[in-house]
């Protein structure tokens, strides 16, 4: 008996072991527009801190990054050629067709990236309406700011539209989270600003999660606080 379970264990190291040594690919092209020397990619921590990994000089439109540390997580490509970038999940090899405008661009196989993606989708079918309205009254706001025209009453409406939209996005997550307990979108959504620990209902979508994502660099520091906090 004590053979067997020495056998369990060892199997258990040598999976935990490979785990940490995999590593993922990242390849991809850029588009004849985009002009494109360096690329290069961040570790997303969340929207107030990234962490360089590394860059690849762009020839013949064609560029490859390797990422070592055996967990998915979230990264940023992004190159000085152009302003902004995009933001996705690495959890497997993976190719992205790179657009002149970098947050354009498109992660051609990943399934967690897809999932990603509809959950997106599905929040600018139920939110639309209510952010275009925003904008609207945001850009009217900005056109008439010098005129001297009392513009309260849209203020105080593009304020409650906003209100909305916040709290429609964090509930949604947080329902998400509860739903899909064992998904790294789940994981990610809860730590992808760094601003959603501040909403309540936070702790209990981030405890209802998998024993493997409450074990993952990305809930680590939110777990130290719950504890901390004697939550």
Request: net charge positive; aromatic share 14%; hydrophobic share 35%.
């Amino acid at each position: 008996m004590n053979a067997m379970y020495k056998y369990i264990f060892l199997l258990l190291c040598l999976w935990a072991k490979d785990i940490k040594s995999q590593n993922f690919k990242i390849q991809g092209t850029t588009n004849d527009n985009s002009h494109f020397e360096v690329v290069r990619i961040y570790r997303w921590i969340d929207s107030f801190k990234k962490e360089f990994i590394t860059e690849d000089s762009v020839r013949n439109n064609k560029f490859s990054f390797e990422i070592y540390g055996g967990e998915p997580n979230a990264y940023f490509i992004t190159s000085p050629s152009s302003p902004g970038g995009l933001l996705f999940i690495v959890d497997e090899d993976l190719y992205i067709e790179l657009d002149s405008n970098i947050s354009n661009s498109k992660i051609v196989n990943s399934k967690l990236n897809r999932e990603l993606q509809s959950f997106f989708m599905q929040l600018d079918s139920l939110y639309g309406p209510v952010r275009t309205r925003a904008k609207t009254i945001d850009n009217i706001l900005q056109f008439n700011k010098f005129t001297g025209a009392d513009l309260s009453k849209l203020q105080t409406e593009r304020d409650s539209l906003r209100l909305v939209l916040r709290k429609g996005l964090i509930k949604s997550i947080f329902d998400y989270a509860k739903n899909n307990r064992d998904s790294f979108v789940s994981l990610y959504l809860l730590t992808r600003t760094g601003t959603e620990v501040a909403h309540e209902g936070f702790y209990e979508a981030l405890h209802s999660l998998s024993p493997y994502l409450k074990s993952h660099s990305r809930a680590k520091p939110y777990l130290k606080k719950i504890d901390y906090m004697g939550r």
